[in-house]
């Protein structure tokens, strides 16, 4: 069965970085697109970001653009998200989901997904 496992979550000061990692298990990591989503408690999920299965592609949503970058590491069939200028509103859970399909396409449902691992940006 496939697994998500999703890492590198913390506090940080508004304004700081980090670095979360989907370690992905079960399926050829090279096959599927993927995304990152957040949460808040009481709200849906959000897309924050995804991209195709050759790492190609990579699409943000408007709140993150240009300051959170994904990626993908193959050689550890991990998909990473690198978090920059993190702000207040970035405080969420946030967790990598699986698409059935190659090219991202966000419309897709997801398959599969993690627990996700929780970020907060506060002073």
């Known amino acids: 069965d496939v697994q998500l496992q999703a890492s590198g979550g913390g506090s940080v000061q508004p304004g700081g970085s980090l670095r979360l990692s989907c370690e992905v298990s079960g399926i050829t990591f090279g096959r599927y697109a993927f995304s990152w989503y957040r949460q808040v408690p009481g709200k849906g999920p959000e897309w924050v970001s995804g991209l195709n299965d050759d790492g190609s592609g990579p699409r943000y949503s408007d709140a993150v653009k240009g300051r959170f970058t994904i990626s993908k590491d193959f050689a550890k069939s991990t998909v990473i998200l690198q978090m920059t200028a993190l702000k207040p509103e970035d405080t969420a859970r946030y967790f990598c989901?699986?698409?059935?399909?190659?090219?991202?396409?966000?419309?897709?449902?997801?398959?599969?997904w993690g627990q996700g691992t929780l970020v907060t940006v506060s002073s």
């Open positions: 989901v699986k698409y059935p399909v190659r090219i991202l396409d966000v419309k897709i449902h997801y398959d599969a």
